[in-house]
């Protein structure tokens, strides 16, 4: 078995096969003691006490539930809560501080939920205990991934080679069909058949991702020709709450052709998954299938439990506790999103630094965000000097000042409203020092969410410059930065985003 | 002791009088063991880890907490949600996935509240677990009922023959006056007296049940004549919640006269009972009789705890658990609701069906529905043929189409819109099936919510038609079946809720 | 150690230096064993099962999870809720009803937090098991304070006598400070300095309180100043939800001078203690103040859970259980809120009373309030005779009725309206009973909120009235009460809040 002792669960993409393999091994495991009785066999239990923090931020049932009845049958117990309401969030506490307020408590794991995309990377930085992403945004629910691989496992002759699955309902504004197709993209001989309305269907970026990992993947007309291929057909519910200016009605009229109903799995030996819930309005999943021998997905539910009491077994079952130091980590204050660049020219004075001896000038702005920057940066009511210009002939500006090193929340906001600025710190009328300020252009990054203070970290994924916490790939705009440069900055970058 | 292992609590109905004293005897059991410092007395413990689901998708402290709190006195946990934020029913969860969840997370029991009648009983029919009704809509609460007879019994020298018990407050709105009564019912020489302004006063079929089964039932002008010929009063909450077009000034208007303060109790050896929160607003109870020898509804409440110990003990006291199945009881896919007919007249071509082959024909409907229901089922944006028409000289209509077979979902949204209409199935022209569509028609019954797909089904109770789920019983509206027809319909539904 | 059995923890004015030492020195151990890997010491753990009611009526994450983090690690128990949603609260409930509910539901102990000054002490009169203050309004927080002694007995050689502290943020509108402050007061030497603006600086009865204990207390200019010549440096959130009309904005411009950041704390070897949550919209301490060797507000955290821990288990450590008894202690039901009056003068005919021959005369009312009192009783539409009047010459008023013997809750909103009322019973048209209504004048008192029935209680701390609930001092208005009358009056108040 690979060690999982202590170990954050973020993104189903940070396991590998054998990891994969062994957490479904040990998942049999539990289901086997399970059909035998044992659903409180003394082997797998906790020798200390274990507790473990349930912080939703978006409300949850099956997650929450499910992880606290693992808890349960390990000898364990939880504590927290489910929503934001009647909780210190809404008192503009950090995560930060909701983090290492549990780490001050003594919970020896962390499951959580959370809003923004790369929300549980940044957590898992923090804390000194294990974290477990209970879904951060529309990015990762890596136990979700986890059981239904596990489903798979038990329904495939415990092996995921060879495997063929259909994926219906959305394919697009979830994160359920992302991670599992990504977790079945390690193996060998994998098929993947999909049809949905062009709106829900599967994105280009994971179809080709998919496919340069040897996935076979095909789009088809219809559910009938998908279930004609696959031992498994996997439905998703439309996530309506996260489409905008889409109503439930143009959703379920949509949904009309690739509704599972008795007429698409008749006559196939499929069987029928769904992460659960079903929306009972649009009812993607008709209701007399459920009496039909290809329903699956509660058995996937209990595998859900089984799978959760494996991981957390195998993270919490060693001896001891780990003890709070009440320090944070210094690696969380420096981000490594500043790509330095030459200074070449330095700024000419009468053009671009007047009369600033010691200052600050952004330049590489989009046309007319200068303006907006220095609003933003209250620069006017705080009595500093400052000049927004538009460059002449080009559609740039730049933002001059007598401010000397703004902080890491006045680039944020700059870089929001101008991204990839170029930095320029000026120092008896010198540049003194020269960077582009990256910043990730995921809108629902948590590294954008300015209070929060996460610095914006990068790694390079073979090449690809990749955000830190919502793993998004980086690319820049409005730069004309060296291939030299740019290079250098990509090597400079971890390798991955293990270690911090 | 009757065996109570795995039993469903759905209804205090369900309660034969042996099964009501010996609960209460065990009851008795738990709270002498209090009073002499056995709490956690070691012969009622479960011997196996025990579980409870607590889903109270409406609110509730009292039960809830009292209901966690018996299964802490019996070495068992619970886990769950209070309120329906925060769960996956905000996003169109149905009951029946919600119940099926609870059994793949291995709850060894569920106790729940909803808003809809007959709800739970629902709930029941689903689970693999046994379930626990903790309130459905306006129906029932028979833990409360059963809590209120263990008051009775204990300060009724252990029996309930012979008890006078007067009532007040609101025996209207609420669920409790009801279901107190009922089970009262089964015993010999019970005395219910009462006093409360009209709108708040016992309903007519409720007191001439109550007479049909011997118990003596006499409304009297003053509360203070109530308490002259009672042993115990029980005094309620006006349920404002309930009421529609009636505010709370209002309600405090009609209870001057039968608030129950120290002027109504004085020189009166009652118990004064209340299933609890008194409303401080409305104050029935006024607080000085707080403070008067009368108040028994503190003790009343510690009863409940002991009750539901005594109860889930007894329904959990075995050993080994339910193994999760993971499908659903193909009972539960059909309902008894279709009355069939004779097809004594074909229909004739040019008049009723028109160039119709294939196609449904529901008829006996009120006049001007019929168009109300091809707009609910959507006949012309789905591109159906479709006749919707009055026939003339009556106040009926009927609706033909060429949509063949339509949905269970689809015959409900018809019944909610024309009650009782006929369905004929038409092929070749001619009708091959007809029958009428039953469905209950209280408004809050779990069988209108359509989404929720429960099939209505009723029961033969002793000759009347009762809906299985929230018990009503049924009246057909706007047709002529004949005797016979009906007799026979009748003769072919089960005897009692009892088995599925 | 001082004994703590089933004791309530309702302010920390109640505890003695040499209880805050024990507590402190029992938090101590927790810690040492903590350190030591023993944090589930078989000597710190409940010889019986112990469950504790955990009900914030107001939402709570810190004090919640903290205190169930506490009893778990002493091998008990927690149920309960956060906010009041959900709650029969909303259904009017008392909070008198709640607790003998929670008393009778087995609880051992109740932890509970409340929007209104004294609501605490309230519950802690009526429960017949012990009552933990979580939050009272701004009224008090006694573990907050307890556990803000343990972090500096822990960081100050185990003793306070001699501390120095900085306090800065919010003085005026938390609990924390003066708490604090008040907990440190009984001790030798302590020196308190701080800075803030105007509208967050501390209170000036409570600066001229600390001053009369021999605390040494300085105003200084800024932050920096405060940090030169203290060993802690405590910051406060400002508390913008119980501001009126200012804007989060105001604030955060009000904080600027007065926020600790890099600068502020740079070459000072303090210890930042902040009770938590930091508001990150104001960011009252910077984020890189958080990376500082200064910052210690994590550790403070712990000690929190640890100091619960300490204090539970005395409170809780003994043998047995309480037996719930089911009734209310008399002494709830009445206040000494009545100042007797002699009856000097008859109430003249064809003056005061007219036609009055039993009823209530209420006067020295401030002009034109009689009418609104008149109003609030309703007497017009009840159909009592009654004459509110102004006095000639005088901004005063009467209210004179047939209503004999107003109710508690009709005095209190007399009170609510006109201050210090005089009221005088008629009978025979003769007064045969004068005396003034004395009701705490703190908006928030729990003892104003008419609907809760807590009788208004006063007591005598040495010379002063206060109010038992919120303990605010008590002065009388719009009354000539001569001193002989007003010295007796104080002199037959109990001498401080115990016993009841």
Request: with cysteine; aromatic share 10%.
């Amino acid at each position: 078995m690979v060690n999982f002792k202590n170990r954050d669960v973020i993104s189903i993409t940070d396991f590998s096969p054998e990891e994969i393999l062994d957490l479904c091994g040990l998942g049999k495991v539990m289901y086997d003691l399970e059909k035998s009785g044992r659903r409180y066999n003394s082997e797998y239990k906790f020798t200390v006490k274990r507790k473990l923090a349930s912080f939703f931020c978006e409300s949850s049932t099956r997650t929450r539930l499910g992880t606290n009845a693992a808890m349960y049958e390990l000898n364990g117990v939880f504590d927290g809560f489910s929503g934001a309401e009647g909780t210190s969030l809404t008192k503009n506490e950090t995560i930060r501080d909701t983090i290492m307020m549990a780490n001050a408590l003594h919970y020896d794991a962390i499951i959580m939920r959370h809003s923004k995309d790369g929300a549980l990377q940044w957590a898992a930085d923090v804390s000194q205990t294990p974290v477990i992403n209970g879904g951060d945004g529309i990015n990762e629910h890596p136990t979700q991934a986890l059981l239904d691989m596990l489903t798979l496992y038990m329904y495939n002759n415990n092996k995921f080679d060879g495997l063929t699955i259909g994926f219906g309902g959305d394919l697009s504004h979830g994160r359920t069909i992302r991670s599992l197709s990504l977790a079945l993209s390690h193996f060998d001989d994998i098929t993947i058949r999909w049809a949905a309305e062009d709106f829900l269907g599967m994105p280009k970026d994971l179809s080709d991702l998919l496919q340069s990992r040897s996935v076979k993947v095909e789009r088809l007309e219809t559910v009938r020709e998908v279930m004609s291929g696959v031992k498994f057909y996997y439905m998703t519910r439309p996530q309506t709450e996260r489409m905008k200016d889409v109503s439930q009605e143009q959703v379920i009229e949509m949904m009309k052709k690739y509704r599972v109903d008795l007429s698409q799995v008749d006559g196939f030996d499929v069987r029928l998954m769904h992460p659960l819930p079903v929306n009972s309005k649009i009812a993607e999943i008709d209701y007399r299938v459920y009496f039909s021998p290809v329903q699956s997905f509660f058995k996937q539910a209990e595998f859900g439990l089984l799978l959760r009491k494996a991981l957390l077994y195998e993270i919490l079952k060693h001896d001891g506790y780990i003890q709070f130091s009440g320090k944070l980590d210094p690696k969380l204050e420096f981000g490594n999103n500043k790509l330095k660049r030459e200074i070449k020219t330095r700024i000419k004075e009468g053009m671009f630094i007047d009369n600033i001896l010691y200052g600050t000038c952004l330049d590489h702005l989009p046309s007319a965000s200068a303006q907006g920057i220095a609003d933003g940066w209250n620069l006017k009511d705080r009595g500093y000097f400052f000049v927004p210009a538009n460059i002449p002939k080009t559609n740039k500006s730049f933002l001059k000042t007598d401010l000397i090193d703004p902080t890491e929340r006045e680039l944020k906001s700059a870089a929001i409203k101008a991204p990839d600025p170029t930095v320029n710190y000026i120092k008896d009328g010198k540049v003194i020092s020269k960077f582009v300020y990256l910043l990730c252009k995921n809108d629902n990054c948590i590294t954008r969410a300015v209070n929060e203070d996460v610095p914006p970290k990068f790694y390079n994924d073979d090449g690809t410059i990749r955000c830190r916490y919502c793993r998004r790939p980086y690319t820049l705009k409005n730069q004309k930065v060296s291939e030299t440069e740019l290079k250098s900055f990509v090597q400079s970058l971890p390798k991955s985003v293990n270690p911090l």
